[in-house]
């Protein structure tokens, strides 16, 4: 299947499961881009998870640059945790049949705004540095959690 037959479909809820990893891999790149300064190719590759990989990284480019690290990892592994759960909601909500819904019920805009919302998320994560931005970060995670939950309690309610 071509993407043009996919667009021509209006059934994107799918191509946003391949969508979403790749957005979950974005902060994960950025600390690899960020803390290399852009030389990739002198990444500890061998242990990257090691304590002594990151007391190095953290030696290497001082505290608030580590702590920007730190934050870009967290969004990576908090995108990885929230995946089944997005996958779960794009499944069930496509078998109830709500990928036929126009609007704002259906699966598209569930897409859509699901990685928009996960996008805002990922940002404010990075640049976030108080206590009171860490709050509109949680304000994306509800927001892209909770459609996941609407989808899925939609679809319980189609599927009995």
């Known amino acids: 299947m071509s993407l043009t037959t996919l667009l021509g479909n209006g059934n994107l809820s799918i191509a946003a499961i391949p969508a979403y990893y790749l957005l979950a891999q974005a902060p994960h790149a950025a600390a690899l881009i960020y803390t290399t300064n852009g030389k990739v190719s002198k990444w500890e590759n061998v242990n990257p998870k090691g304590e002594a990989t990151k007391t190095a990284i ?3 480019i001082g505290p608030q640059r580590y702590a ?3 934050r870009l990892k967290a969004a990576h592994a908090n995108c990885m945790e929230n995946m089944p759960l997005f996958i779960a909601a794009i499944v ?5 049949g709500l990928h ?3 609007g704002s019920g259906g699966l598209n805009w569930f897409a859509g705004s699901f990685l928009l919302a996960r996008a ?3 940002i404010v994560y990075a640049l976030n540095a108080t206590q009171g931005q860490s709050y509109l970060r949680t304000l ?9 939950f609407r989808v ?3 679809a319980a309610s189609i599927l009995v």
């Open 120 to 122: 805002g998320y990922n």
């Open 100 to 102: 036929k819904v126009e």
């Open 92 to 96: 069930f909500g496509n078998m109830a």
């Open 152 to 154: 899925l309690f939609n």
């Open 68 to 70: 920007v690290y730190e």
């Open 140 to 148: 994306f995670w509800f927001l892209s959690v909770g459609q996941c």
């Open 58 to 60: 953290n030696k290497k």
